[in-house]
């Protein structure tokens, strides 16, 4: 199977801190992986693609240095929310791939965030 | 630009019943992949069925069927003998058959939250 891994699980931060989410691919390498963030029943909003050895790349409108995201290995890919502020506080998903096949992609467990 | 529709917010069907959750999608592409992804209370994702957009005949995993029109650009999922444990939001998604970074995101419809009555 294919198994991602992200910590931890819920947060509280108080504002102006900032918080890191890690997502591990435990039994696969996975050279891209997908960062979303989702509101009370709603969608899934892509936030950023996370490559290997490289910048990620953001979708527009998400602030790149209130999410800094680094992928410095092919198992793990970090979002770390600085200065964090109430309005951060979501539910945050990784997802990733094997590789260039079909079958969809491994999400995390997700990581709800709680400013305070 | 790809997008995904779920005109269905939500549906609700009887145990042991069949009920049908709509998607249509937009994309100028050929090749692609459709998915569809259950996310029950709990948050975590999980793929109920996929469909290469190349392959004409739909895709079954026990379960759960997939009606899959490419010309009408409709991927409407069946479920039959419906279950408690089916009950949760399903989200349709498309992904590029391009291979390489952000051309594989996964667009996501909606959402069609669908509740199963004993």
């Known amino acids: 199977g294919a198994v991602v891994s992200q910590h931890p699980s819920w947060v509280i931060c108080k504002s102006g801190t900032s918080v890191k989410i890690e997502c591990r691919s435990l039994?696969?390498?996975?050279?891209?992986m997908f960062w979303y963030r989702q509101f009370p029943k709603q969608s899934l909003m892509l936030m950023a693609t996370s490559n290997e050895g490289s910048k990620a790349t953001y979708e527009q409108g998400v602030e790149k240095d209130k999410f800094l995201i680094n992928h410095a290995s092919l198992t793990l890919s970090t979002l770390t929310v600085t200065s964090a502020h109430p309005e951060d506080s979501s539910f945050y998903i990784c997802s990733a791939s094997k590789g260039p096949d079909n079958y969809g992609y491994t999400f995390g467990s997700g990581t709800r965030l709680t400013v305070v | 630009a790809q997008t995904v529709t779920q005109s269905q917010p939500e549906m609700s069907v009887q145990e042991a019943e069949t009920v049908t959750l709509s998607c249509t999608y937009d994309t100028s592409e050929s090749d692609y992949y459709l998915f569809w992804y259950k996310q029950p209370p709990s948050r975590q994702m999980i793929l109920v069925i996929r469909q290469e957009a190349y392959k004409q005949q739909n895709a079954t995993e026990n379960r759960f069927s997939v009606n899959f029109q490419k010309a009408a650009k409709s991927f409407s999922l069946k479920i039959s003998d419906s279950q408690l444990g089916d009950a949760a939001m399903y989200f349709c998604a498309y992904r590029s058959a391009r291979y390489g970074g952000a051309t594989n995101k996964l667009i996501f419809g909606t959402g069609t939250l669908l509740a199963v009555q004993p």
């Open positions: 039994d696969f390498q996975a050279t891209t």
